[in-house]
């Protein structure tokens, strides 16, 4: 199995889970020098999702490939292609832009970048099952820890909008057992928690497990535009705030998919929280990754996925 994406934080639980299943895993990083966070009982290899000739060593003789794509649309064809020289099965991390809840249908260059590759990877005759995650609960990360442990107050639009968030772990968990059990050919599975919570409710949660009152303190849009400029893409801001602005009254879109598909129901927000408290106390060290916001557009920082609206 070959597992892109496999330094990030779906691919890298996916890796553990593979090699916990007895399942021979080949990973590939982008940056040669990550590999080093990888177990030393995986086959490591490079490539670059935006050079798709630098992909072709990782895909001998491989019979499935968990994609997760972190680059700009020009390749895709290219690099579908070569997937469907070598492999026979595809699990694609995708996002839930076909679900009709208004967080989910507004205006989302990733939604079309999305919808392109699945039609590439059906049109390639590849054996295929797409995994589509809400909202991921390490966002959390990203949006809230620095502010958290800084000032104990995060400065958010939206702090009614309702999201149900998903823990990345049981995303992975998903995405790994698609890749090797049987029966999952034409899979379509939106993933999300089992709670509609308010981002202000996610905020009390942290809170609440860190024992320490954090004020929410509500932006308006336009202040979050401009507390965001020059560290946020544009795009990704203007996207987030659709989507958060089209959900308000809106209890989140939740499906019982995790449960479906592993027989356990997903883990809480609450949980995730308390299995991450440490990042919301002190500064995580280098080897704690978060998620670097990235322009949609060529030049990535560290080619972390920009924030999608799922
Ligand atoms: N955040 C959400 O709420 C959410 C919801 C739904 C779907 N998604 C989707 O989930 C995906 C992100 O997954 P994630 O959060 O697990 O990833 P992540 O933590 O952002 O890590 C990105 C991974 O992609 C690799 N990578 C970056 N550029 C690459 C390139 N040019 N060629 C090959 N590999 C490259 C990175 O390798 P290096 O470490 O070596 O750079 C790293 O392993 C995105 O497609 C996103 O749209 C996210």
């Given amino acids: 199995m070959l597992v892109t994406g496999a330094t990030g934080r779906v691919g890298r639980a996916v890796v553990d889970l593979l090699l916990d299943a007895g399942v021979p895993v080949r990973a590939l990083t982008h940056r040669s020098e990550a590999a080093a966070t990888l177990p030393a009982n995986v086959d490591v290899v490079t490539g670059d999702l935006t050079e798709p000739e630098s992909l072709e060593a990782g895909l001998q003789g491989v019979g499935a490939v968990f994609l997760v ?3 700009p649309p020009a390749t895709a064809p290219a ?18 832009h076909k679900t009709p809840h208004p967080f989910f249908q507004q205006p989302n260059p990733m939604a ?21 995650p809400g909202m991921f609960a390490s966002n959390a990360l990203l949006w809230w820890a620095t502010a958290i442990r800084d000032s104990g107050i995060a400065r958010w639009p939206y702090g009614a909008a309702e999201t149900a968030p998903v823990d990345d772990r049981d995303v ?4 790994a057992l698609t890749l090797y059990q049987e029966g999952h050919a034409g899979g379509d599975y939106v993933l999300t928690g089992a709670e509609s919570l308010s981002q202000a409710e996610q905020v009390g949660i942290i809170g609440d497990v860190l024992g320490r009152r954090i004020k929410f303190e509500e932006l ?19 996207m987030l705030l659709a989507a958060w602005g089209a959900t308000i009254g809106t209890p989140a ?12 129901p997903p883990r809480s927000f609450r949980r995730w929280v308390a299995d991450h408290a440490s990042a919301f106390m002190e500064d995580p060290t280098p080897s704690v990754r978060r998620p670097v916001l990235a322009p949609i557009r060529q030049s ?6 920009p924030i999608v609206i799922c």
Avoid: K, M, Q
Avoid at 253 to 264: A, E
């Fill in 69 to 71: 794509w972190i680059a």
């Fill in 79 to 96: 690099v579908v292609e070569r997937l469907a020289a070598h492999a026979r099965r595809v699990v694609f991390l995708s996002a839930p």
């Fill in 112 to 132: 079309v970048l999305y919808a392109d590759i699945e039609r590439l990877i059906a049109a390639a005759g590849l054996e295929s099952t797409i995994i589509r």
């Fill in 172 to 175: 992975a968990a998903v995405a």
């Fill in 220 to 238: 308006s849009p336009d202040e979050f535009r401009s507390e965001t400029e020059g560290s946020w893409p544009r795009p990704a801001v203007d």
């Fill in 253 to 264: 879109f939740i499906t019982s998919t995790v449960f479906d598909i592993l027989g356990s």
């Fill in 300 to 305: 990535h920082v560290r080619n972390r996925s």
